[in-house]
């Protein structure tokens, strides 16, 4: 499958590696404003391909996403100093007012993966702008947020994550829900597993846990400076989920009619993930107080959309 990468900064790039490492495409375009940059990170990635697996990586213009089944949005503006989030959603939404059609000039089959932030509201710009249908216009919206869950629920259960299965629903954000209702590991609740391991999930255990997937980005933010890999990762396994056709379920942000009554908002809920973009959504079994969580998540993006005219 042909990938493109639209910005090539820390988090398409990273894509890009986590693509060629993982096989999950056999042709990846970079393309960016700074050419040089897409330029370098191409030849840089190429450089892996030997210890990986033989994908065609280059750098182009968008006439070269011709044929790509996906093009990963990563472009965007970086925060300026007292520059305030709407001012920056604004620009970012600017910056694909000149992408979209672009793209789509060259590649007018294509999946777009939106990963640029704040995801959610880009999804919903990016529906609008490329007037796709929405099942086509793809948020990575918390799929890395539900990988953390995991993680730290597998890490507390002392199994591994892959056998762990809870989802982070709503805003890739602040607002994010932790459905731990319904998460569960070899069938059992992961609540009723931990105390028949002897590992209380106590309320202490869960705020922790809550803490490090709904503040990750903070924390990683001060030591780095900016997040990539985890989210390289998941662009990656999206793609992985689309050149397969493997109909995987996948915590992913698109524009639904309605999110417990809030009409046409872009959150993520778990969708069916194939060759053709999003497949179906699964509404999760939620206890009363995260549906209300979800509610009041879909609100914060709506809002957010709707204050820069989306
Ligand atoms: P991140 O950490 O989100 O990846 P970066 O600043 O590292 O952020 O990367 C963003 C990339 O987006 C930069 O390489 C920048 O040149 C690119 N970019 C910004 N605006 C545009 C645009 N209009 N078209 C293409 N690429 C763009």
Not at 100 to 117: E, F, Q, Y
Not at 215 to 233: F, Q, S
Not at 272 to 292: C, K, N, Q, S, V
Request: hydrophobic letters at 45%.
């Amino acid at each position: 499958m042909k990938v493109g990468v639209v910005g090539c900064g820390m988090v398409g790039s990273a894509a890009a590696y986590a693509l060629v490492m993982r096989g999950a495409a056999s042709e990846v375009v970079l393309v960016d404003l700074n050419h040089r940059m897409a330029e370098a990170q191409a030849q840089d990635i190429r450089h892996a391909t030997p210890f990986a697996y033989p994908v065609k990586v280059r750098a182009g213009g968008y006439d070269d996403l011709e044929n790509a089944a996906a093009v990963i949005l990563a472009a965007g503006a970086n925060q300026k100093p007292g520059e305030s989030r709407m001012e920056l959603l604004g620009r970012n939404a600017d910056v694909f007012a000149q992408i979209i059609p672009r793209v789509l000039g060259a590649a007018p089959g294509t999946i777009l993966l939106v990963a640029t932030n704040p995801v959610d509201v880009m999804t919903q710009v990016a529906t609008r702008l490329s007037g796709l249908a929405p099942g086509r216009v793809i948020g990575s919206g918390t799929v890395l947020d539900t990988a953390r869950f995991r993680g730290l629920l597998a890490w507390h259960l002392g199994l591994s994550s892959k056998s762990v299965h809870g989802y982070v629903l709503g805003e890739h954000g602040d607002s994010e829900v932790l459905c731990w209702s319904s998460s569960i590991a070899g069938s059992v609740r992961v609540e009723d597993l931990a105390e028949q391991m002897g590992r209380p999930l106590d309320d202490a255990a869960k705020a922790h846990i809550d803490e490090q997937v709904r503040r990750a980005a903070y924390h990683i933010i001060e030591g780095k400076g900016a997040t990539w890999y985890g989210i390289g990762g998941g662009l990656m396994r999206i793609c992985q989920a689309i050149a397969n056709d493997e109909h995987a379920v996948l915590t992913l942000s698109v524009v639904n009619d309605s999110i417990e009554g809030i009409p046409h908002v872009a959150a993520s809920l778990p969708r069916i993930i194939g060759r053709g973009g999003i497949l179906g959504t699964i509404m999760p079994d939620l206890a009363d107080a995260e549906h209300a969580a979800l509610k009041r998540s879909a609100q914060v993006l709506k809002q957010a959309a709707e204050e820069i005219g989306y």
